[in-house]
């Protein structure tokens, strides 16, 4: 369960509950740290169908109008869930101390990585996930995808512009 302040999931947990929504069977995988050369069994959890819906409704949400427009990685599509909360102290919650969240996944046409990003009590001024987590997750599945050799989703339009230089006149004094 990850919901604002109901919070009750480790990160961890977090990023392997998004593997059934990731894999296009709808099936969770067990937690490893070592690389399987074939693919792991996992246990069904969605429809394969529930599964390519979800990863439409979250590549919505870290797109242009989401909640972390700040997670789109360069020619790959991605998708995922921004968070952000008060820290709990006490019995009671922080004024000004915050927990930043984005997990995600890429490219969301067929995922090869889920990326679970927090920022514990972000600093100036900004602390909202989708403004702090959003852009590293950015970063890392950019440099992920790229190590992995996985090729571009989406089409990626040059953004270099040249102009012809025009010498300033010189002044004569």
């Known amino acids: 369960m990850a919901y604002g302040y109901g919070l009750s999931a480790s990160l961890l947990q977090m990023a392997r509950a998004y593997t059934c929504l990731a894999r296009a069977g709808g099936d969770v995988i067990p937690v490893t740290l070592l690389k399987h050369d074939a693919p792991m069994d ?11 819906e979800m990863r439409r409704l ?10 972390a427009p700040r997670a789109q990685t360069l020619g790959y599509s991605v998708g995922g869930k921004s968070g952000t909360a008060h ?6 919650y922080a004024a000004n101390k915050y927990r930043s969240w984005f997990v995600g996944m890429a490219p969301i046409s067929n995922p090869r990585i889920v990326v679970a990003v927090m920022v514990d009590e972000p600093s100036k001024g900004v602390y909202y996930g989708g403004a702090v987590a959003a852009p590293v997750f950015s970063q890392v599945v950019q440099q992920t995808l790229r190590l992995l050799s996985v090729p571009p989703d989406i089409e990626v339009t040059p953004q270099i512009m040249a102009s ?6 010189r002044e004569s004094f």
């Open 58 to 67: 979250l590549q919505l949400a870290a797109g242009p109008g989401g909640t």
């Open 164 to 169: 012809k230089a025009v010498p300033a006149e």
């Open 87 to 92: 820290k709990q102290e006490g019995k009671g």
């Open 42 to 52: 996992g246990i069904r959890v969605y429809s394969p169908a529930t599964a390519q």
